[in-house]
């Protein structure tokens, strides 16, 4: 799977099928991301191979990985697998291949050891690393705008700085980077070492037309539809 960007809008990705539209990591939710358009459709992979967030998260209407699986495999969308916890990296290759999904999944995870076991694995399986790494769900509170946005601004002036020894020690040949700490520095870097950016998870207008316009690769959303609207205004003269 090519994620990098060429000519055209960046890629639109359902984040957790199309949280905003239906319950994450449902089957609804994934039906909701194909029926706006993604380009693909990521959910969330536990280690018992079930669809959730964290186990405390778990959907009522639960969802297998198979499942999930062969619900995409049926429709002409791309699948992002985020692997939770490391450890069961080869029932995910396993799951990928035996729905013959291996020529457009990619699979991102927060844990250097999981995407370095992906490279053994399966090195034709793009694979991202994902940053920060969120343990305590932080990025569900409603932190002050000012508070945050100050936050984030220190730690986006170093990311080009972090972003080479990052790609290296996870053997990572994708960047799945926090949006507030996009810019086209740390764009210009991932690409200089050959990794495409997806910018997550970005759920309003001004920041889909700023990551466009730093050349980001993907945009992960909780509304696809809204991100794909907001990309097509890009396009015209």
Known sequence: MNLRRAAGRPLVIGHRGAAAREAENTLPALAAGVAAGADLVEFDVGPDLRLAHSARERPAADLSLDEALAYL??????????????????????????????????VSTAFAQT??????????????????????????IHWP????????????????LRLPLLLRRARANVLSLHHTLCSRSAVATSHHFGAPVL?????????????AEIGVDGIVSDDPEMARRVLATLDRP
């Open 73 to 106: 495999s049926s429709h002409d969308v791309g699948v992002h697998l985020d692997a939770k916890q490391p450890g069961y990296e080869q029932e995910l290759v396993d799951a990928v291949r035996r729905h013959g999904l291996e020529g457009r999944t990619v």
């Open 115 to 140: 995407t370095r076991r992906l490279e053994e694995l399966a090195p034709r399986l793009p694979r991202a690393i994902g940053y920060p790494r969120d343990r305590f769900g932080v990025a569900r």
């Open 145 to 160: 705008r000012t508070l945050t946005r100050a936050g984030a601004a220190v730690t986006a002036q170093a990311m080009p």
């Open 199 to 211: 910018a997550w998870t970005v759920n309003d207008e001004a920041s889909v037309r700023r990551l």
